[in-house]
């Protein structure tokens, strides 16, 4: 019997990754796993107590033991951080800064990378920035989603829905999460080698999911059925 669907999405901030990640998920009727919110919540964590972001192994310390769970289907998904929901929380302007910090600690990635394999085991769909290279480096199916960095930064904008954010602000706060995440030592955001890249600059979400269901039907069509 084969094992269930893994499919890994990997891109940069802005590049629709959750939404997308969602839509096939429900399509495929499978487990949702937006691992960007795992590292939120560690970030929130580390927010929440009295340890500083710089201390490496206390971080990694508290990756590690804290409990942090993703609930409900893909349209509802739910965070919780030792049972409280955090869901609104861990997408503050601080926790969204924070992550970037913690994130880029080897010791905080392996504690996520264990928990997300083994909640992958029963087939999911999984978006981050180091999914097919590490994660699952034998997913069935691996997409890595891009666009400008302007056309993310405005998308940003759109999230954060606040009219004093500036879009050059919002741009430069990108560019230096996109240098960080692709020049960290551990787990860098880089395109796996067997990965369809999608560049979703000026397309819709409808036309970027029609192309990805595409691929996911010619690639496991068999055990999507």
Known sequence: MSRPLIIAIDGPSGAGKSTLGRMLARALKLLYIDTGSMYRAVALAVIDSSIKASDDIAVGSLAAHVRIDLLGDPDSLRVTLEGRDVTEQIRSE????????????????????????????????????????????????????????????????????????????????????????????????????????????????????????????????????
Request: no cysteine; charged share 35%.
């Open 94 to 225: 601080e926790a969204t800064h924070m992550s970037s910090i913690v994130s880029t600690i080897p010791e905080v990635r392996r504690a996520m990378v264990a928990r997300q394999r083994e909640m992958g085991k029963r087939g999911a769909v999984l978006n981050g920035r180091d999914i097919g290279t590490v994660v699952f480096p034998d997913a069935d199916v691996k997409f890595f989603l891009t666009a400008s960095p302007a056309e993310r930064a405005h998308r940003r904008l759109d999230e954060l829905d606040k009219q004093s954010a500036r879009f050059q602000e919002t741009l430069a706060e990108m560019t230096e999460r996109d240098r960080r995440d692709s020049t960290r030592a551990d787990s860098p955001l880089k395109i796996a080698e067997d990965a369809i890249v999608i560049d979703s600059s000026g397309l819709s979400i409808q036309e970027v999911f029609e192309r990805m269901m595409a691929v996911v039907r010619e690639k496991a069509g068999k055990k999507t059925e």
